[in-house]
C-alpha cells in the first residue's frame, strides 16, 4: 500500500516558469509534510514543510499548499532556475509519534535553460 | 544548521565480506536514527529505525541478520552489512531526528557497490 502518492514521475519546465509537484496521502494521521531536494549521489536536503494548521507556506520561492480534507499538497516552485534540476520528495509522518518519514516515489525535475 | 555526517561516502567491497557505515550527528544528541536504502531512480525505502540504547526496528522483508545496526550512543548510529552479495548494492541514507523530532537532517549517503 503506498501511502504516498506523488506526482507527475518527471517535469520539464522552461526557465523561468512554475514547476508544480503533487502529492496525496492515505493516513489521516499523518501530521507532518516536508519537501526533499536531492541531487544524484547526495543525500535529500530539506526544502520545506508543512504541518496541517496552516493550507500554505512560502520560503523564497518555494511554496507548499495543503488541503486538508482532499489529502493533498503540493510544491510549487516559482521562477524556476536550471539550478533547480534535481530528484523532489514528497514525504509524511505522524511527527508526534517519532515516527519515520514515508516518501513518495520522486519527481525529477529538468529546467531548461 | 545541525549537520549529519556519514562515512564512507563510497565503498567496493567483494563479495562475502562485511561493510560498515557510521553515521553521526555532529552537533545535536540524536535520539532516533532511521536507516534508509535507495536504488537508482527511485525512492527511499525505510529500512530499520534506531533508538539509542536499544535493539533496531527492522521492516519487513529486512533481514536484521544481515542489515545489523547499532546506536550506541547518541551521536553514533553504524550500520554493518554482513556477507555482502552484489544485489546490496546500492545507496545507504542515515537520518537522525533531534528531541524535538526534526527530521531535516538527512546523511549524504553512501554509495555501496559490491563486486
Known amino acids: 500500500q503506498q501511502q504516498v502518492k506523488q506526482s507527475p514521475q518527471s517535469l520539464i519546465v522552461q526557465k523561468g516558469g512554475i514547476s508544480i509537484i503533487n502529492c496525496a496521502y492515505e493516513?489521516?494521521?499523518?501530521?507532518?509534510f516536508p519537501w526533499y531536494q536531492q541531487f544524484p549521489g547526495k543525500g535529500p536536503a530539506l526544502l520545506i514543510a508543512?504541518?496541517?494548521?496552516?493550507s500554505e507556506k512560502k520560503e523564497g520561492r518555494f511554496t507548499i499548499s495543503f488541503n486538508k480534507s482532499a489529502k493533498q499538497f503540493s510544491l510549487h516552485i516559482m521562477d524556476s532556475q536550471p539550478g533547480d534540476s534535481a530528484t523532489y520528495f514528497c514525504a509524511a509522518s505522524i511527527e508526534q509519534a517519532g515516527t519515520a518519514l514515508i516518501f513518495g516515489k520522486g519527481t525529477t525535475l529538468s529546467v531548461s535553460s | 544548521g545541525a549537520v549529519v555526517s556519514q562515512h564512507p561516502s563510497r565503498v567496493i567491497c567483494k563479495s562475502g565480506t562485511s561493510v560498515k557505515i557510521e553515521c553521526r550527528s555532529l552537533?545535536?544528541?540524536?535520539?532516533?536514527m532511521f536507516w534508509y536504502r535507495q536504488f537508482p531512480k527511485q525512492s527511499l525505502m525505510l529500512m530499520a529505525t534506531?533508538?539509542?540504547?536499544?535493539?533496531?526496528?527492522?521492516e519487513q522483508g529486512v533481514e536484521k541478520d544481515k542489515f545489523l545496526i547499532n546506536h550506541a550512543s547518541l551521536t553514533l548510529s553504524t550500520l554493518t552489512v554482513t556477507s555482502a552479495h552484489p544485489e546490496d548494492s546500492s545507496f545507504y541514507i542515515c537520518?537522525?531526528?533531534?528531541?524535538?523530532?526534526?527530521?531535516?537532517?538527512f546523511g549524504q549517503g553512501t554509495r555501496l557497490t559490491v563486486v
Open positions: 493516513n489521516t494521521a499523518f501530521d507532518y
Open positions: 508543512i504541518r496541517p494548521d496552516v
Open positions: 537520518s537522525a531526528q533531534d528531541r524535538w523530532g526534526s527530521f531535516a537532517f
Open positions: 534506531s533508538n539509542e540504547g536499544s535493539k533496531a526496528t527492522y
Open positions: 552537533d545535536f544528541q540524536a535520539t532516533t
